[in-house]
């Protein structure tokens, strides 16, 4: 999509009106803007045991951003979606091989998910075009929802009246035991939080070291399902926890700010967050295994040395 005047989102199939529109078209209708938080399905998985064999995320999957876009959901209204849509079919420009089969990135929503999900179609990013990488000119956007869904570089939208069975949405992203499982769907984000981690590490072995005396503690949390009521904190590897401060600005759908004072002393010492979101769930200690490594939630646990000379001082 080198020239972003010669691009256009097409929409059509099962009885609705075509729609044709171009980026300045997708511009001039009612703006939102707001901070949403993406995270990839796979996030953490390389740390999981067994290993799966995809993509090896550690933590950094993760981020967030200013969106600027549009509701999909009045477009759809206005192209007509007839009673017996069962999918709405997203296409991606890009083009590949995955799972023995030719294909465009494609994903889908159900009706009822366009209306009730609050998907949007978005063309700004931190108050700029989308970049390249995260979709220019236009992507979709399903907050709350793991990043599979927000489909970049879109072209195509297809009303249709057969379940998609496209492999991003039958085969992939789905919660699996067993490669003939046929799994549930992957779709909300679970509640998580991440530590930023203190002091300084070794180059090779990642071990942190923590000079003592008063150390702030703080990181992030966020949920799909809704916002984050309750960060706690050990310092003990989780033999015994403490309510952090949390952020009281919350943008629904964006992470939310945490920290903890602690008085750091000599030794080594196992630090640990957990969440607790408005939906009542919070953080597991241990990993509800699936196939694919997919919403891993695990309670992130930090291990550093408190010392005042570490190795070489
Ligand atoms: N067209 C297209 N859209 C896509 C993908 C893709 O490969 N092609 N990857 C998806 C996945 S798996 C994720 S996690 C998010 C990542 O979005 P980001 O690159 O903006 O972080 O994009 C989604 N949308
Ligand atoms: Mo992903």
């Known amino acids: 999509h080198g020239d972003p005047a010669a691009w256009r989102l097409s929409g059509g199939g099962a009885g609705g009106r075509p729609l044709t529109l171009s980026l300045d078209d997708l511009r001039a ?5 707001f901070a949403v938080t993406l995270e990839w399905a796979g996030n953490w998985r390389a740390l999981l045991e067994p290993d799966d064999e995809s993509q090896p995320w550690l933590l950094e999957a993760i981020g967030t951003g200013e969106w ?13 979606l007839s009673p017996d849509v069962v999918d709405v079919v997203f296409t991606g420009a890009d083009r590949g091989v995955e799972g023995g089969d030719e294909q465009h990135y494609q994903r889908s929503l159900t009706p009822a998910q366009a209306r009730d999900e609050g998907p949007l179609l978005v063309h700004g990013l931190n108050g700029a075009p989308l970049p390249p990488q995260h979709g ?9 929802w793991y990043g599979m869904t927000s489909v970049k570089w879109l072209s195509r939208i297809t009303a249709s009246t057969e379940p998609f069975g496209g492999y991003q949405q039958a085969s992939a992203y789905r919660f699996k035991s067993d490669p003939d499982d046929a799994g549930e769907p992957v ?24 000079a003592p005396g008063d150390v702030m503690l703080t990181g992030r949390a966020w949920s799909g399902a809704g ?8 310092t003990d590897d989780g033999a015994s926890w403490n309510a952090a401060e949390l952020d009281a600005a919350v943008v629904d759908h964006a992470w939310q700010t945490w920290r903890f004072a602690w008085n750091a002393t000599d030794g080594d010492h196992v630090l640990a967050c957990r969440a607790t979101d408005s939906a009542g769930e919070t953080q597991p200690d241990d990993h509800r295994w699936n196939l694919g490594g997919y919403a891993v939630n695990t309670v992130h646990r930090v291990p550093v040395t408190v010392t005042a000379h570490p190795p070489g001082d």
């Open 187 to 210: 779709t909300r984000m679970v509640v998580r939080s991440l530590m930023v981690p203190p002091g300084i590490p070794d180059f090779f072995t990642r071990a942190r070291y923590v």
């Open 136 to 144: 220019f000119p236009v992507r979709l956007l399903v907050p709350g």
């Open 68 to 80: 600027t876009g549009t509701p999909l959901w009045p477009l759809l209204e206005e192209a007509g």
């Open 29 to 33: 209708l009612p703006r939102v803007a």
């Open 227 to 234: 916002t984050i009521t309750r960060v706690e904190v050990s």
